[in-house]
Nanobody, 127 residues
Framework: QSHLVESGGGLVQPGGSLRLRCAVSGFTLDSVAVGWFRQAPGKEREGVSCISRSGLTRNYADSVKDRFTITRDKDTVYLRMYSLKPEDTAVFYC??????????????????????WGPGTRVTVSS
């Protein structure tokens, strides 16, 4: 059975940084793409970043480009966030994606191939 669990959220001041972790079990990271998403209060879930099965393709939402970096190791996907802004406040989720293409990933949360989601970790950016 596949599981993803996020951690690393918390309260940070504007301009600060955090590193989120998405620990996976029940499958290997070369068999799925992984995406990071977030949902702010009163807003729809939006895509933040993703990394393909091969690890070679990494995509970012325009709102986080040049501030967020996605990486991975054997069983964890990381989202390093820099220069955080109050508008980054949200619950962050990671999800596993079944893609037949090893170099493909998408930040579209409505893509039906996202089959397993973590419970989320809350990030609050405030002074």
């Amino acid at each position: 059975q596949s599981h993803l669990v996020e951690s690393g959220g918390g309260l940070v001041q504007p301009g600060g940084s955090l590193r989120l972790r998405c620990a996976v079990s029940g499958f290997t990271l070369d068999s799925v793409a992984v995406g990071w998403f977030r949902q702010a209060p009163g807003k729809e879930r939006e895509g933040v970043s993703c990394i393909s099965r091969s690890g070679l393709t990494r995509n970012y939402a325009d709102s986080v480009k040049d501030r967020f970096t996605i990486t991975r190791d054997k069983d964890t996907v990381y989202l390093r966030m820099y220069s955080l802004k109050p508008e980054d406040t949200a619950v962050f989720y990671c999800a596993a994606h079944r893609s037949p293409l090893q170099d493909f990933c998408t930040v579209d949360p409505s893509d039906g191939r996202y089959f397993s989601w973590g419970p989320g970790t809350r990030v609050t950016v405030s002074s």
